[in-house]
């Protein structure tokens, strides 16, 4: 009965070291033909395509598309999980419910200013757009707003790996 407790945590570390540094090294990371055709599939024929595995679950493509820098989402079943594009800085790339939507709130104005947006796009469900905002010695807040401009909420630093 010990014997069969010491085996099943041996078992239950072996198979925690190997999941959690499977996707600690990307040097020489093996992306299936299977997400890779998936991947094709969604963007096309795109060149420069850099792959990483996130949370151990998912397979992350970098690329550029109509000058902008994209990370494509798949899970290792093949399923194109969700795509976020770098705005950058630029309030002009928002639509224009989403740029009204940011101007009335509080964070638009002094001491706050502006340190990055992106666009998270997902199957079934409507954009987010995620604006970063920073302000004099204080942590940087998240913003999330819905496609009509509504700030739906200010969550934590690592909502992407709670919520994916």
């Not at 419910?97 to 009335?104: C, E, H, L, Q, R």
């Amino acid at each position: 009965m010990k014997n069969n407790r010491v085996l099943k945590r041996f078992a239950l570390c072996v198979t925690c070291i190997f999941g959690f540094t499977a996707c600690n090294d990307n040097e020489g990371l093996h992306v299936s033909d299977s997400v890779q055709s998936a991947f094709i599939q969604k963007y096309g024929d795109v060149s420069g395509v850099g792959w990483e595995c996130k949370q151990a679950n998912y397979m992350v493509a970098d690329f550029w598309q109509d000058g902008k820098e994209l990370e494509a989402w798949f899970a290792v079943n093949e399923k194109w999980v969700l795509t976020e594009i770098d705005l950058e800085k630029s309030i002009d790339s928002l639509s224009e419910a989403v740029k009204i939507g940011f101007n009335t709130t509080d964070y638009a104005k002094s001491p706050y200013r502006l340190d990055n947006i992106d666009q998270i796009v997902r199957p079934s469900v409507f954009d987010v757009f995620i604006i970063e905002v920073e302000r004099p010695e204080a942590r940087n807040l998240i913003l999330h707003f819905n496609v009509v401009g509504e700030l739906k909420e200010v969550p934590s630093d690592d909502y992407l790996a709670k919520n994916l």
